[in-house]
Each structure stands twice: as structure tokens, then as C-alpha cells.
């Protein structure tokens, strides 16, 4: 075995064979681990589901988290989000609550809206967040929030993420793949949901957040025409500031 160290695909098969499954499933997460590293997230994927299949007594909620990570980066949204809800049913409240917050923008994201808002509705109303059916009180609630936007300014506390509490994390991420599903379907409700986010995003002073909620009205808005140009640069301008010192290359795209 020592000599072969850096072969673990081969030795958890070696493992497998000789009635070892634990040590084969562990063998296979950290292939699966190096794969991943290595941007080859089908074949990390492959091996995270052989390891749950040895071992189904694991750490089965990291292990569908991160199998979870492996498939959204590899396009497979659907199953991204329902590794994420299978890693929120073996995980504490509070981590379950981040994860079903990763599995509804999952589900938004790749086009199963129904799904999305069933999960992300859910964690919005434990927060205190009420989505209205009736479209005209969320644009005329929109409207508002906007107006008081421009009033207060855009200026904003930065802090680290890990100065943040988790359920005002959690409430940005739940807003902002509910915005992104809204803005391509319902622009009454993209107004009423955007301008949450951006007041919370604002509140919050979370930075990668931040820079994504300002980059989503710029663009929410353009859609409504000419008028609204010099306001959405500057959006854009003051989210260029706050993303220039963090070194993102998910916000350079949006940018």
C-alpha cells in the first residue's frame, strides 16, 4: 500500500474487493477530493456517489454536500440541488437551512422554478419574508423600497462573511436566486424581490453579496429602458469598488 500511495482509485477497488468498504469509500472521497481539485468534476462526482455506495454509514451529510458542490460546477443543477437537500436532512438546523438555500437556487438556476420556490419560499417565511400573489401590490411595494434606495444612498458597512450572521446570510442567498428566476418571468415581482435584496444587501454589507445584488438591479433595470442608464452605471461603478480588492473571478464575469 505504500508504495502506491498516490493510486487511491486503485486501492479503494483493491479494498472493495477484499470486503474493506469503509476504507474503500474512504480511499474513493479523497480521489474524489483530487479530482475535484483538478476541475474534473464529472469524474468527482462518479466517485462521491461509489463512495456513498460503500459506505452509506459515512458522513453522509458532508459527502452529499460536497457531491452537491462537484455537480453545480459541472452543470448538473437538478442534482446539485437534490444532493444539497439530502445533505440538509443529515446536517444541524443551521447548516440544513444554508443548504436548502443552496439546493433552491439550484433548482432556480437550471430551470425548475416550481422546485426553487417551494424550497426558497419556505426558508423566506421562517425569515420573516412574505412573497405577495398579487402582482400589483409587489410592483406598487417595489416602487417603494426603490425610491428609498435612491433616498438613502448606496453606501454600506462592509464585513467579512464570517462577521455576518448566518440567517442574514442566509437571506441573501435565498433573495438572490429568487430575483435572478423573477427578473426572467415576472417583472412585478422581480421589483418587489429585487429591491429587498438590495435594501437587506445593503443592511447586511456582506462584499461578494453585495457587488452580486447591485450587478442584479443594473441589470433588472435596463430592461426598462434609456432612462434608467446613468442610475444603473452607477450601480455598476460602485460595484466594480467593492469587488476590485476581493480577487473574484465569479464577479469579474458579472462585471
Known amino acids: 500500500e505504500r508504495t502506491s500511495a498516490e493510486d487511491f482509485e486503485s486501492l479503494a477497488l483493491h479494498c472493495e474487493r477484499s470486503g474493506q468498504r469503509e476504507r474503500a469509500s474512504q480511499y474513493l472521497q479523497q480521489t474524489a477530493k483530487k479530482a475535484a481539485a483538478a476541475l474534473a468534476f464529472e469524474h468527482a462526482a462518479t466517485l462521491y456517489r461509489q463512495a ?63 422546485d426553487g420556490m417551494a424550497v426558497l419560499t419556505e426558508i423566506l417565511g421562517k425569515l420573516g419574508i412574505r412573497l405577495f400573489s398579487d402582482s400589483r401590490i409587489s410592483a406598487v411595494l417595489g416602487m417603494a423600497r426603490r425610491r428609498y434606495v435612491e433616498l438613502r444612498g448606496l453606501h454600506s458597512q462592509l464585513r467579512k462573511e ?65 432612462r434608467y442608464h446613468e442610475r444603473n452605471q452607477r450601480y455598476i461603478k460602485k460595484a466594480r469598488e467593492i469587488a476590485a480588492p476581493l480577487g473574484s473571478a465569479k464577479l469579474e464575469a458579472l462585471l
Open 52 to 114: 456513498l455506495q460503500l459506505d452509506p454509514g459515512s458522513a453522509l451529510a458532508t459527502l452529499y454536500a460536497e457531491l452537491g458542490d462537484v455537480l453545480s460546477a459541472s452543470g448538473h443543477g437538478r442534482a446539485a440541488a437534490e444532493a444539497y437537500l439530502a445533505a440538509a436532512q443529515r446536517s444541524s438546523p443551521e447548516t440544513a437551512a444554508a443548504l436548502q438555500s443552496r439546493a433552491g437556487g439550484q433548482f432556480m438556476r437550471s430551470g425548475y422554478l416550481d
Open 162 to 226: 464570517n462577521e455576518c450572521a448566518p440567517a442574514e446570510l442566509r437571506l441573501l442567498d435565498s433573495l438572490l436566486p429568487v430575483t435572478q428566476a423573477y427578473a426572467l418571468a415576472d417583472v412585478a415581482r422581480a421589483a418587489d424581490v429585487e429591491s429587498r435584496l438590495m435594501l437587506a444587501a445593503l443592511k447586511i454589507g456582506e462584499p461578494h453579496r453585495l457587488a452580486q445584488a447591485l450587478c442584479l438591479d443594473a441589470a433588472f433595470w435596463s430592461t426598462l429602458g434609456a
